[in-house]
């Protein structure tokens, strides 16, 4: 139902900036809410931030909390994540994700629908 592709990730230093971009295709952008999960080696994957349909609500892990942003262009039909002051502990396959029956967002990743092929994001001690 809805296509994304993630792009942006790579490999940088801890304390460094990166900025991760999903695109969408497939349904109208503006109806869905989005979110953002990862997965590090030999863990479970953990969600990370999400965003509703409007941009108007946003929710984040308490791990990235003040250090990560989450926002979306309707116009664009992309969702981004900015990542600041990585950690190592960041370090982890990263997968955007589209929530058609939570509009307003929502964190579990029970409730999304459609999933990326994920991009690596690897933080440097």
């Known amino acids: 139902q809805v296509h994304l592709v993630e792009s942006g990730g790579g490999l940088v230093q801890a304390g460094d900036s990166l900025r991760l971009s999903c695109a969408a295709s497939?349904?109208?952008?503006?109806?869905?809410?989005m979110g953002w999960f990862r997965q590090a080696p030999g863990k479970e994957r953990e969600f990370v931030a999400a965003i509703s349909w409007s941009g108007g609500n946003t929710y984040y892990a308490d791990s990235v909390t003040g250090r990560f942003t989450i926002s979306r262009d309707n116009l664009k039909n992309t969702v981004y994540l900015q990542m600041n002051s990585l950690r190592p502990e960041d370090t982890a396959v990263y997968y955007c994700?589209?929530?058609?029956?939570?509009?307003?967002?929502?964190?579990?990743?029970?409730?999304?629908?459609?999933w990326g092929q994920g991009t690596q994001v690897t933080v440097s001690s």
């Open positions: 497939g349904r109208t952008f503006s109806t869905y809410a």
């Open positions: 994700a589209a929530s058609l029956k939570h509009p307003y967002g929502v964190t579990s990743d029970a409730h999304y629908d459609s």
